[in-house]
């Protein structure tokens, strides 16, 4: 991953504990509405992927293990990782876009809600993404994926030559003279992969993205809710699909790109398409991006006006994030995807410890604070939830009393230690075992190898039933805790 060139290191900074009285009178373990629900502490974990399903996407004993262990430390809410929307393939990622996924999502629900005593809710994260192939060998992509034009022709200055020549001969150019004959696209689907954008309506299936994904979430969200789980979180953040459409790069000159009333349309659409079928009893809200961190990509103000939006509309809850995105993805090896957490943007989203002269820790928190600055001026009070970096309570509760969000999420922290938010609440903050946002999880997460944290090897190795990972050498699931 990217690392800002400062590289100062940081140790975890949790700052003072509560005692369980000064936990008890806390903004942070207080309860707070959801639209039609209550979340009875404003503690939450987001989204994050562990790849434990089956190949098709079906809950299986390790995903229940994996949310039952976080509901054991009964945060207010837990965010199922972001589970796909479509009928297509995706790894042991989880998926909604059947009938049949919904006996193992209803078992999800039953699982965390028992855990939990019944303290912590559990949403599902609703995601769409586009193709995006793995980085050719620069042979094969020569010979088999690149279309030869009459530029390349041209190009070459070589018009009659036969198609199989031009193809042997570009095999054998070096980088820079291929920089002045491919265009653009063509160079990075050699040297990245090729990926789909919702700006390439050439294509029918991106053209129709606007007539078909409303329907597909909204199929989606109906299953999360016959499932029993509490509510549901559009994926608009990070890399996919309906993030793209937010984003400034989209052009799209269908209604549904260019300016921000015209991106914001989708999400809004795809928003009143889910709410009509799931009706007002169910909270739907969603994940967006404070800034997407690149160049000429959306910024906090752009955050803004999306956010006053989607406010608008009435949405039940705004979740910012930040970055994650492909625009500045580093170069994959040949035969691996790119990832959109391997540049500044994917610094942004989940920053570790080396870091500058601000640190890893909040950076999320003064973007967020504006959000919901122009969110609350327009006269809404959507829950905003912040996250990045958060590991301590006197933090998570200066913010809620700062006003800067009305819920605070830690992802990496709830990992290292699920029971955090316990500890916390009982007085026993001195036992939360801190994470050290070394990233080790996140370079799981990068191969789709099962997530799992380091930490977790080092302690209790005498505990009794220690679940491993199928090479014997990682603990699947955190250490138990006895209060
Ligand atoms: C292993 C892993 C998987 C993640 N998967 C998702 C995901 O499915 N959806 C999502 O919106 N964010 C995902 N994230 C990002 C986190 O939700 C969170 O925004 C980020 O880690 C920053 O918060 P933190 O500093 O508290 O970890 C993931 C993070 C990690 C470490
Ligand atoms: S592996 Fe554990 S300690 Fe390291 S960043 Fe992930 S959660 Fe934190």
Redesign the pocket.
Known sequence: MWKPPEKIKYEPQPGAWPSKEQASESLWFSPVDIGPIQLEQRTWV?????WRSTEEGIVTDEVLAWYERFAKGQPGCVVV??TGIREVPSGPLLRIGHDRFIAGLKELADTVHRASEGHTKLFI?L?DFLSIRRRPEAEKYFQRFLQITDAHREALGVVDWPEEKIREHLSTLEDEALDDILEERELESLRMGARERVTDTELDHIRDLPKVLPGLFADAAERAQKAGLDGVEL?Y??AYTMASFLSRKNDRDDGYGGTRENRVRLPLEVYATVRERVGHDFPVGC?YLSDEIFEDGNDVEDAAYIGVELARAGMDFLSI?RG?KFEDAKQPGIGEAAYPYTGRSGYE???GHFSDEFGPFGRNIKPTAEIKKAVNAAGFDTPIVV????HGFEIAEKILQNGEADIV???????ADPDWFLKTRLGKGSEVRLCT?T?Y??G??QKHKV?TCKLWDRVDLDQPDIQMSADGKRRLIAPDWQA
């Open positions: 987001p989204a994050m992927v562990p990782e972001a994260q995601i994926h953040a990070h994940r994030s994650g989203c989940m920053p996250a990045g970096g958060i999420a830690s992802a990496r922290q709830a990992l946002y990233n999880c996140e799981l997460d997530v």
